[in-house]
């Protein structure tokens, strides 16, 4: 997960369109075949260069929109099991939903090492408070102690600006980043290319029709938080969300990804919409009620005029959710914009 005090964080999903997911799905008998090629591939992987001795046959997953990223491609007969809170939502309409039913819930909680011996995995994928966790020892270099590979979410890369903070790209990038590399490493690069390639169909069509210059709202994303709001800077995935759904994060000069800020500053930026990422035991109706009746943010504009938009969890981390949730936003804020006095 990518908040450390937030082990059994999730989402509470709400119905997605099948088109609006964010792939064309193939039938199984289309879908490719994952190579069985023993050669090493090399991959960049936060900026290092990474090589595998072969092909994973026993994949173990972190999370909701890493493990869905594997089902995306198809590579559900690669995984040896995955890790996350017991709640995934509604998966009624999410193209890759057949992948629970086929791949073992190992643990409701952070995966561990424990995890992936109990299961003989070979190749860890996970990130950066998504997983991986100095406090835990759950780390990269003690899977490699062991003799198990791993690849860190690109989202989650560590940048150097400070211990903790992460972020190397745009999060689109990201996406796209760590799509193109399973393809290589597991001889599926069709089907992550026709991924992508829907993907950027989706994102430039909703931002074809997003409001321009001044007449995009601000937007303020809220995770969670009384005393400071925990939100996204200009490298977790809100920040593409909003933008390319035709907003503007009001925390965009954040070089991290997700971090904690004052209330003074979201006040002082006054956002026209705010955005709750909805997951775990504080749902999203209580973060509403909070944020209207919280005294600091009643002049905030967001707040006086209930623009108050919900998100869950696996919409605003890296997944293949992500254009459907740009998507869903950009109508959201076309139509607050519609409403907004010209200037």
């Given at each position: 997960?990518?908040?450390?005090?937030?082990?059994?964080?999730?989402?509470?999903?709400?119905?997605?369109?099948?088109?609006?997911?964010?792939?064309?799905?193939?039938?199984?008998?289309?879908?490719?075949?994952?190579?069985?090629?023993?050669?090493?591939?090399?991959?960049?992987?936060?900026?290092?260069?990474?090589?595998?001795?072969?092909?994973?046959?026993?994949?173990?997953?972190?999370?909701?929109?890493?493990?869905?990223?594997?089902?995306?491609?198809?590579?559900?007969?690669?995984?040896?099991?995955?890790?996350?809170?017991?709640?995934?939502?509604?998966?009624?309409?999410?193209?890759?939903?057949?992948?629970?039913?086929?791949?073992?819930?190992?643990?409701?909680?952070?995966?561990?090492?424990?995890?992936?011996?109990?299961?003989?995995?070979?190749?860890?994928?996970?990130?950066?408070?998504?997983?991986?966790?100095?406090?835990?020892?759950?780390?990269?270099?003690?899977?490699?102690?062991?003799?198990?590979p791993s690849y860190v979410l690109t989202e989650s890369c560590r940048n150097g600006r400070t211990k903790t903070s992460r972020g190397i790209m745009p999060p689109l990038d990201a996406l796209y980043t760590d799509l193109t590399n399973l393809g290589k490493l597991f001889g599926v690069e069709q089907r992550a290319a026709t991924l992508i390639a829907d993907f950027r169909k989706q994102v430039a069509a909703v931002a074809a029709k997003a409001p321009t210059g001044s007449a995009r709202p601000k937007v303020f994303l809220y995770d969670s938080g009384t005393d400071s709001p925990f939100t996204s800077g200009r490298y977790a995935a809100p920040e593409e969300v909003i933008s390319k759904a035709g907003g503007?994060?009001?925390?965009?000069?954040?070089?991290?990804?997700?971090?904690?800020?004052?209330?003074?500053?979201?006040?002082?930026?006054?956002?026209?919409?705010?955005?709750?990422?909805?997951?775990?035991?504080?749902?999203?109706?209580?973060?509403?009620?909070?944020?209207?009746?919280?005294?600091?943010?009643?002049?905030?504009?967001?707040?006086?005029?209930?623009?108050?938009?919900?998100?869950?969890?696996?919409?605003?981390?890296?997944?293949?959710?992500?254009?459907?949730?740009?998507?869903?936003?950009?109508?959201?804020?076309?139509?607050?914009?519609?409403?907004?006095?010209?200037?």
């Open positions: 997960m990518r908040k450390p005090v937030v082990a059994a964080a999730l989402l509470a999903t709400t119905s997605l369109l099948t088109a609006g997911c964010g792939a064309t799905v193939e039938k199984p008998s289309a879908k490719a075949s994952a190579s069985t090629s023993s050669a090493a591939v090399t991959l960049t992987n936060c900026g290092q260069q990474v090589t595998y001795d072969k092909v994973p046959e026993r994949v173990v997953t972190n999370d909701v929109g890493i493990t869905e990223l594997m089902f995306a491609l198809g590579l559900e007969d690669r995984m040896a099991g995955f890790a996350m809170p017991d709640d995934k939502g509604d998966l009624t309409d999410v193209p890759w939903k057949d992948g629970y039913s086929k791949v073992k819930w190992l643990s409701k909680d952070q995966l561990t090492k424990e995890n992936v011996l109990d299961v003989r995995g070979d190749w860890v994928f996970a990130g950066w408070n998504y997983g991986f966790r100095d406090d835990n020892g759950f780390t990269p270099d003690t899977l490699k102690k062991l003799g198990i503007v994060n009001v925390m965009n000069d954040l070089d991290d990804s997700w971090t904690t800020v004052g209330w003074e500053t979201v006040v002082e930026r006054d956002p026209d919409v705010i955005v709750i990422c909805n997951y775990g035991d504080v749902g999203a109706e209580q973060k509403r009620k909070f944020l209207l009746s919280y005294a600091p943010l009643k002049n905030v504009s967001a707040v006086k005029n209930k623009h108050i938009f919900v998100l869950d969890y696996v919409d605003l981390v890296e997944s293949p959710r992500n254009p459907s949730a740009i998507a869903r936003l950009g109508a959201y804020l076309r139509s607050v914009a519609d409403t907004r006095p010209a200037s």
